[in-house]
Nanobody
Framework: VQLQASGGGLVQTGGSLGLSCVNT????????MGWYRQTPGKERELVAR???????NYADFVKGRFTISGDSAQNTVYLQMSSLRSEDTAVYYC???????????WGQGTQVTVSS
């Protein structure tokens, strides 16, 4: 598994930004795939994820603003972020959990900065 994330950057408050993550490695089956974020001095926290049955989970602080989608055939997951706030500023990490062993993999992280 090799996760490559892209799409971070600088955006103004209220703006939108999209993140993409693709697994360029080989994997038999994915349990879930999604996005976490982390700011200095804080633990990494779940933003959103998509599960093997197609269901999704969102953190309360992004519900109604962020949308996660995925393409299981391409091992790709997307995060569309709207109505961005300054508190959304963080490094966003792509995450993949494997079906067989429940092992976790992380992408390199992409910076999202929301300025007022």
């Amino acid at each position: 598994v090799q996760l490559q994330a892209s799409g971070g950057g600088l955006v103004q408050t209220g703006g939108s930004l999209g993140l993409s993550c693709v697994n360029t490695g080989t994997i038999a089956r994915i349990n879930r795939m999604g996005w976490y974020r982390q700011t200095p001095g804080k633990e990494r926290e779940l933003v959103a994820r998509i599960n093997s049955d197609g269901s999704t989970n969102y953190a309360d602080f992004v519900k109604g603003r962020f949308t996660i989608s995925g393409d299981s055939a391409q091992n790709t997951v997307y995060l569309q972020m709207s109505s961005l706030r300054s508190e959304d500023t963080a490094v966003y990490y792509c995450h993949l959990n494997t079906w067989a062993t429940r092992k976790n993999y992380w992408g390199q992280g992409t910076q999202v900065t929301v300025s007022s």
